[in-house]
């Protein structure tokens, strides 16, 4: 079983907020403890806006509490009651992910039936202790590096896989692919972007995002690869055009990599055009429908390049 990051810091913080406030002689010192469990994010931007929304509905739980109970009484209906309009309030103010955090004071306060200066300074330490661990522990945020490149190595594979593929089914009409790596590339790119978007949260001013960038590309690059893949099926049988082309998905299958190399291909695709506009027109409908999936199969690989291509600087030296 893998403990989380989240799980040891857990473990870490609630002890330390409890003996904080042990040390500092503060009433419901536990509830520090509690209030840091509630406070371990995900991410820095999430820790940092977390806290800010729970102390802001602490100091405001505090206030509603000492108008409440000071001047109505201390019993369920009036909680119930107050309840009934601070939480409405928080979500009006756009705190209302720290209601749980500010329901802890508000049992204290209400448990203690009474309430004055000394006390609401007592639980303001406590606010502070209890957020202030769970801040502190949320500044360290591991790395996802090592997470992205392996999704990035997987994902990769399974374009080179596809890729391949199609070459196989144009020279042979291979039917034996039973295309589950389209199905993993949708859910590689979906779980590369979820940590993607945690990796920016905790590099809060880093402007430009090399992964983000790249999984973009690629995405894009999987929406044309399936535009792709039901005119592959409807070229004709094995010729001279069918040979060429899965020459050329072959080679592109042997070239996924992070690099850019697309001016190469782009090049490769061009001379592929010039060769096409040279064979005979089509004399029947038949072959004019197969040449026209025959050209708009070379648009999309175009665009599939050239998508690459606006991805980063270009790798190769042109002479």
Same mark, same amino acid.
């Given at each position: 079983?893998?403990?989380?990051?989240?799980?040891?810091?857990?473990?870490?913080?609630?002890?330390?907020?409890?003996?904080?406030?042990?040390?500092?002689?503060?009433?419901?010192?536990?509830?520090?403890?509690?209030?840091?469990?509630?406070?371990?994010?995900?991410?820095?931007?999430?820790?940092?806006?977390?806290?800010?929304?729970?102390?802001?509905?602490?100091?405001?739980?505090?206030?509603?509490?000492?108008?409440?109970?000071?001047?109505?009484?201390?019993?369920?209906?009036?909680?119930?009651?107050?309840?009934?309009?601070?939480?409405?309030?928080?979500? /009006? !103010?756009? *705190?209302?992910? @720290? &209601?749980? =955090?500010?329901? %802890?004071?508000? #049992?204290?306060?209400? +448990?203690?039936?009474?309430?004055?200066?000394?006390?609401?300074?007592?639980? /303001? !330490?406590? *606010?502070?202790? @209890? &957020?202030? =661990?769970?801040? %502190?522990?949320? #500044?360290?945020?591991? +790395?996802?590096?090592?997470?992205?490149?392996?999704?990035?190595?997987?994902?990769?594979?399974?374009?080179?896989?596809?890729?391949?593929?199609?070459?196989?089914?144009?020279?042979?009409?291979?039917?034996?692919?039973?295309?589950?790596?389209?199905?993993?590339?949708?859910?590689?790119?979906?779980?590369?972007?979820?940590?993607?978007?945690?990796?920016?949260?905790?590099?809060?001013?880093?402007?430009?995002?090399?992964?983000?960038?790249?999984?973009?590309?690629?995405?894009?690059?999987?929406?044309?690869?399936?535009?792709?893949?039901?005119?592959?099926?409807?070229?004709?049988?094995?010729?001279?055009?069918?040979?060429?082309?899965?020459?050329?998905?072959?080679?592109?299958?042997?070239?996924?990599?992070?690099?850019?190399?697309?001016?190469?291909?782009?090049?490769?695709?061009?001379?592929?055009?010039?060769?096409?506009?040279?064979?005979?027109?089509?004399?029947?409908?038949?072959?004019?429908?197969?040449?026209?999936?025959?050209?708009?199969?070379?648009?999309?690989?175009?665009?599939?390049?050239?998508?690459?291509?606006?991805?980063?600087?270009?790798?190769?030296?042109?002479?």
């Amino acid at each position: 079983m893998k403990i989380g990051y989240r799980t040891i810091k857990t473990a870490i913080g609630t002890p330390i907020a409890i003996s904080i406030a042990q040390l500092l002689g503060l009433t419901n010192f536990v509830s520090a403890g509690i209030l840091t469990i509630l406070c371990i994010q995900p991410s820095r931007k999430k820790s940092y806006l977390s806290a800010w929304q729970r102390f802001l509905a602490c100091v405001l739980a505090s206030l509603f509490s000492m108008l409440f109970f000071e001047l109505i009484g201390y019993n369920v209906f009036v909680l119930g009651l107050m309840l009934l309009v601070f939480i409405p309030t928080t979500v /009006f !103010l756009k *705190i209302s992910p @720290g &209601i749980t =955090t500010s329901s %802890v004071i508000i #049992l204290n306060l209400y +448990s203690s039936n009474f309430i004055n200066f000394t006390f609401l300074i007592d639980q /303001f !330490l406590l *606010i502070i202790v @209890g &957020i202030g =661990t769970g801040l %502190v522990l949320n #500044l360290y945020m591991p +790395s996802l590096d090592n997470k992205l490149n392996e999704k990035q190595d997987r994902l990769e594979e399974n374009f080179k896989i596809v890729l391949y593929e199609i070459s196989l089914y144009i020279r042979d009409k291979n039917k034996a692919w039973d295309g589950k790596e389209i199905a993993e590339i949708d859910e590689i790119l979906t779980e590369a972007d979820d940590l993607v978007e945690r990796d920016r949260e905790n590099h809060l001013f880093r402007n430009k995002h090399t992964f983000r960038d790249y999984f973009r590309m690629r995405t894009k690059q999987y929406e044309v690869l399936q535009q792709m893949l039901p005119l592959v099926t409807v070229l004709p049988n094995k010729d001279y055009i069918s040979e060429k082309i899965a020459a050329f998905f072959e080679g592109l299958s042997e070239s996924v990599h992070p690099e850019n190399t697309a001016v190469l291909f782009l090049d490769e695709l061009e001379d592929l055009r010039k060769e096409f506009n040279k064979e005979e027109l089509p004399a029947t409908l038949e072959e004019f429908e197969t040449r026209a999936n025959l050209f708009r199969l070379l648009h999309e690989i175009e665009d599939y390049l050239l998508i690459k291509k606006k991805y980063k600087k270009s790798d190769v030296k042109l002479k």
